[in-house]
């Protein structure tokens, strides 16, 4: 048992249970008086709370395999459990029994998983250990009624700060209750729709907190047929049209939402700050151009927005839109500075044609084409 290493991961640390549960049939006739030692090894090496609700059962044939029907893992200083598995069966050949101490060979399924706020069911992965690296892979769950899959990598399972690597695909995700699990229900801007999501990155830390200021990485999105919920791009444009013909700008009652017909776009993560340049939203009466970043710890934003109308449409420029503060409390608004100085330029060139007409009538010849020259 002081050999076996305790291992730590996303999926990792419901192995590690499954593990030490497995070498300890060999010395126990009940299997639950391992639970005790389990809690108490996790607790010595990682620091977290270890929570195994239940009886723990296992079979050998036609492969070892324990089953623990509820776990939860709960971080230092932290209220809420950052794993929560329902269901938890691991199994291995008899054979890689025999190699313990170099490696291990198994599989983990999971019928229920919350991590860090994400809600994932019916789960499966391949697992293998050896040489102090941890692979899930691969791993395959339904996500938010869409579906998972990838490869997560863990090293350094037992230092003060382990270090991780995925690699994940989602296709068909509805995006909307995702983003709400992980923002918190008091979030008033969230994005609905069905999306494509590609991630690849890697952190270190153990605690939500520390993973998340350490996050590194690249993503891809593309969703379809969507809204955004607490900016309303159709009052911004209405209002930046009485803006720019001299009239009141009315405050509305409630910011509603957007509803477009595509949003994609990509993200580069940095030091748990995830920067885009490229995100494109389509909707039939307006494209939107947007850039800026969140803190994902803090969860606070800068946007900005350049709208442009559809054909048809009264307005033909661009329309700049900012959106910062944090998601509880954003701040969505015209760029009224940025539309004062395209008014002054407007009102710039409108003097410049008056002079260029005045020069044509009452100044002839190379002074006058000079002086047109200068104004162009």
Same mark, same amino acid.
């Given at each position: 048992m002081k050999k076996?290493?305790?291992?730590?991961?996303?999926?990792?640390?419901?192995?590690?249970?499954?593990?030490?549960?497995?070498?300890?049939?060999?010395?126990?006739? !009940?299997?639950?008086?391992?639970?005790?030692?389990?809690?108490e090894e996790v607790r010595k090496q990682t620091g977290y709370q270890l929570s195994i609700q239940?009886?723990?059962?296992?079979?050998?044939?036609?492969?070892?395999?324990?089953?623990?029907? %509820? +776990?939860?893992?709960?971080?230092? !200083?932290?209220? =809420?459990? @950052?794993v929560d598995a329902t269901d938890i069966r691991f199994m291995t050949d008899i054979t890689d029994l025999f190699?313990?101490?170099?490696?291990?060979?198994?599989?983990?399924?999971?019928?229920? #998983?919350? @991590?860090?706020? &994400?809600?994932?069911?019916?789960?499966?992965?391949?697992?293998?250990?050896?040489? %102090?690296?941890?692979?899930?892979?691969?791993?395959?769950?339904s996500l938010y009624k869409g579906k998972l899959e990838g490869?997560?990598? $863990?090293?350094?399972?037992?230092?003060?700060?382990?270090?991780?690597?995925?690699? &994940?695909?989602?296709?068909?995700?509805? +995006?909307?209750?995702?983003l709400q699990d992980i923002n918190g229900k008091d979030s008033k801007i969230n994005i609905a729709g069905v999306g494509q999501i590609t991630l690849r990155a890697e952190t270190s830390g153990k605690s939500r907190e520390q993973m998340l200021h350490a996050l590194n990485g690249r993503g891809e999105f593309s969703l379809n047929n969507g809204v +955004?919920? $607490?900016?309303?791009?159709?009052?911004?444009?209405?209002?930046?049209?009485?803006?720019?013909?001299?009239?009141? =700008?009315?405050?509305?009652?409630?910011?509603?939402?957007?509803? @477009?017909?595509?949003?994609? $776009?990509?993200?580069?993560?940095?030091?748990g700050v995830a920067e885009t340049h490229n995100m494109f939203l389509l909707s039939s009466a307006f494209t939107t151009n947007a850039k800026g970043y969140i803190e994902l710890a803090s969860r606070i934003i800068d946007f900005h927005l350049q709208?442009?109308?559809?054909?048809?449409?009264? #307005? %033909?420029?661009?329309?700049?839109?900012?959106?910062? $503060?944090?998601?509880n409390q954003p701040d969505v608004r015209l760029n009224t500075m940025e539309i004062q100085k395209f008014l002054a330029g407007k009102e710039i060139e409108k003097a410049k044609q008056k002079a260029v007409e005045h020069i044509k009538k009452h100044?002839?010849?190379?002074?006058?084409? @000079?002086?047109?020259n200068l104004l162009r």
């Open positions: 076996l290493k305790i291992l730590f991961s996303i999926l990792g640390l419901l192995v590690v249970i499954s593990v030490l549960a497995i070498t300890g049939l060999i010395y126990f006739v !009940d299997l639950n008086k391992m639970k005790p030692v389990i809690i239940g009886e723990l059962s296992w079979s050998f044939y036609p492969y070892i395999s324990v089953k623990m029907n %509820h +776990v939860t893992l709960q971080a230092p !200083d932290e209220q =809420v459990s @950052f190699y313990l101490n170099e490696k291990l060979r198994g599989k983990i399924r999971i019928s229920k #998983i919350r @991590f860090m706020n &994400m809600n994932a069911e019916n789960v499966s992965a391949g697992m293998y250990w050896k040489d %102090h690296v941890l692979t899930l892979s691969p791993i395959k769950a490869t997560v990598i $863990g090293r350094n399972l037992l230092s003060v700060s382990p270090h991780w690597q995925w690699s &994940m695909r989602s296709s068909d995700v509805q +995006v909307g209750p995702l +955004v919920e $607490g900016v309303d791009i159709n009052y911004l444009l209405q209002s930046a049209e009485a803006l720019l013909n001299g009239e009141q =700008v009315m405050s509305p009652e409630n910011i509603s939402q957007t509803v @477009f017909n595509s949003l994609t $776009g990509s993200v580069v993560i940095k030091n709208v442009q109308p559809q054909q048809g449409e009264k #307005i %033909h420029w661009k329309i700049p839109i900012v959106v910062t $503060g944090s998601l100044i002839p010849g190379k002074t006058g084409e @000079f002086l047109q």
